[in-house]
């Protein structure tokens, strides 16, 4: 197995089968630290920069907290406004990484540009991990997801998905090709104007990935052992930033997972994932339902994120 030690978390696409295991066995390893909430001195000689230039609670936070748990330091910034790359100059991501390589050891970055994060690790000779790259991917959120799932389910392969939501969202395609290494069926319900493209599918189907698509989450429910949900009410993700403006609508009985669809269609051991944040798609009083599992994923979210930074900073092998 490759080492993680020095490496980009770009992508899941190139991620092989043993290597989400060995970081699921990492994440086991370090969750206690984040479960007694104590903080150790794993990384105390680092420091984690955060480049975002789009919104975030979860993914900076995360990450952020996950530093200080194993005891590192951060700085960085979490609106490019108040960078040189968002005012008159709009500084290039080279020139920006140029100079944040050298405040600290490792950066995770966010952007509305579908690759930036790419772009960034060309020129970094420290490690970038994507936190979210306009309609791209984000990776980590997709390790959370799968680590969440085998903690409650106790396996990844055998297990029936059911993805609901934007398919031109972030998560979608990480998920899509994490799944390639599992034996996971899923079935993908969108909007038509939110479907899967032809070319995302035709790689799919290269990579042997079992899914097909429906219309209405009535046609899956039943089936699933995953649902993982995303809003189909949503900003623009290629926007440095999308304000809500007036009256944005409300989710379709299509892409909507409410507690009486639960209670009625779905299996009793089923489990709901959604990585927040969401509109109406998964109504609050889904959350003290038995399916819910997005506070547990939110909790495992900072677990993922101290697992991937002592991989990639050499802390852990
Ligand atoms: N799930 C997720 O990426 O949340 P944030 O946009 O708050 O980081």
Redesign the pocket.
């Given at each position: 197995m490759r080492s993680f030690a020095g490496r980009d978390i770009l992508s899941l696409k190139d991620f092989e089968r043993n290597e989400f295991f060995h970081i699921f066995d990492v994440a086991a390893e370090l969750e206690p630290i984040a479960v007694q909430r104590r903080n150790s001195d794993l990384l105390k000689e680092k420091t984690l920069v955060t480049a975002f230039y789009q919104?975030?609670?979860?993914?900076?936070l995360a990450h952020e907290a996950a530093m200080h748990r194993l005891g590192g330091h951060v700085t960085g910034f979490a609106d490019a406004k108040m960078t040189r790359a968002g005012d008159f100059y709009q500084e290039s991501i080279k020139d920006t990484v140029k100079m944040l390589e050298f405040y600290g050891d490792v950066i995770v970055m966010r952007h509305f540009q579908q690759g930036a994060p790419h772009e960034a690790a060309k020129w970094a000779s420290i490690p970038i991990i994507n936190g979210?790259d306009g309609w791209g991917e984000?990776p980590t959120?997709i390790l959370t997801d799968l680590y969440t799932v085998l903690k409650e389910k106790g396996t990844i392969d055998g297990l029936k998905w059911l993805a609901v939501g934007d398919m031109r969202m972030r998560t979608m395609h990480s998920l899509a090709y994490a799944l390639t290494q599992f034996d996971c069926p899923i079935t993908f319900v969108s909007p038509p104007e939110m479907s899967l493209t032809e070319e995302f599918k035709a790689e799919l189907r290269q990579y042997s990935l079992d899914f097909r698509e429906a219309e209405h989450v009535e046609q899956a429910i039943a089936d699933a052992d995953v649902i993982l949900v995303e809003p189909v009410v949503q900003p623009d993700y290629t926007k440095s930033r999308d304000e809500r403006k007036g009256d944005v609508g409300l989710t379709p009985a299509n892409y909507k997972i409410t507690r009486e669809l639960l209670a009625t269609k779905a299996k009793s051991d089923a489990i709901l994932l959604h990585?927040?944040?969401r509109m109406d798609e998964v109504p609050t009083d889904v959350d003290i339902t038995r399916w819910s599992r997005y506070w547990q994923e939110a909790f495992n979210g900072v677990v993922m994120r101290m697992a991937l930074l002592a991989l990639v900073l050499g802390a852990m092998e």
């Open positions: 919104p975030s609670t979860r993914t900076r979210g984000h959120q990585s927040l944040p």
